[in-house]
């Protein structure tokens, strides 16, 4: 079974742009969560979609959004970027909500300059 | 709220040890999960292991012991005969198992424990 895939894996962007990045979860899996890690904040918590509706937020502003495909796929955005955007986004995927691990992609690494 | 804490920064360790890390958590929650990931140069975080909080029971998974007590709320994890591939970040992780209560399907990461295998 394919694992989570995550596009593009690497991104440099200005600031002030926005970006677009995309998951595809395993096959089967209908949650999905998305990540932030940054070496001074670690892994945080941005959200989650199931079903094409945003179930959980994090403490992010409203420049994070995200949406989900009736496929499950996922795809989360982030306008005005900053130079503290600067991280590795990473997507998670699991069968239902509260009930199953969470397994993850490789991640996007996005540079803001 | 959700809390993790792994105090260890950073471990180095000759190639056959046995090194455990230590995870202490802090929920509200009753019923929740406690994984460990690994999470390797390549960026991708690896599932290793996960407990329910309702079975205490200990396992041995191949190299791979846990050891979860709830009375003291930790989660420690050991790698037997440990190997220079086992060299990563390796992260606690906890989340709740209610829909209602927003901790499902949220990870609470600790800070991460580096560990360092050497020949």
């Known amino acids: 079974k394919a694992g989570v895939t995550q596009t593009p894996r690497y991104l440099i962007k200005t600031r002030g742009q926005q970006v677009t990045l995309s998951c595809s979860p395993i096959?089967?899996?209908?949650?999905v969560s998305w990540y932030q890690q940054t070496p001074g904040q670690g892994l945080q918590f941005l959200f989650e979609y199931f079903s094409e509706t945003q179930r959980n937020k994090g403490n992010f502003p409203g420049r994070f959004s995200g949406r989900q495909f009736s496929n499950s796929r996922s795809e989360m955005n982030v306008s005005t970027l900053e130079l503290g955007d600067s991280a590795l986004y990473l997507c998670?995927?699991?069968?239902?909500?509260?009930?199953?691990?969470?397994?993850f992609g490789p991640g996007t690494r996005l540079l803001v300059l | 709220a959700q809390k993790v804490t792994q105090a260890q920064t950073e471990i180095s360790v000759v190639e056959k040890e046995d090194v455990t890390l230590d995870c202490v958590y802090e929920t509200r929650d009753t019923t929740y999960y406690l994984f460990w990931y690994k999470q390797p140069p390549s960026g991708e975080l690896v599932f290793l292991i996960r407990r329910n909080s309702f079975d205490e029971q200990n396992e041995i998974s191949g190299r791979y012991s846990w050891n979860f007590q709830k009375s003291t709320s930790s989660f420690n994890f050991t790698i037997t005969a440990s190997q220079v591939v086992d060299s990563a970040v390796y992260f606690c992780?906890?989340?709740?198992?209610?829909?209602?209560?927003?901790?499902?399907?949220?990870?609470?990461f600790g800070t991460g424990t580096r560990l360092q295998v050497t020949l």
């Open positions: 998670a995927s699991s069968k239902d909500r509260g009930q199953g691990t969470q397994y």
């Open positions: 096959s089967g899996h209908r949650s």
């Open positions: 992780a906890l989340s709740g198992t209610g829909i209602n209560t927003g901790t499902a399907s949220k990870l609470t």
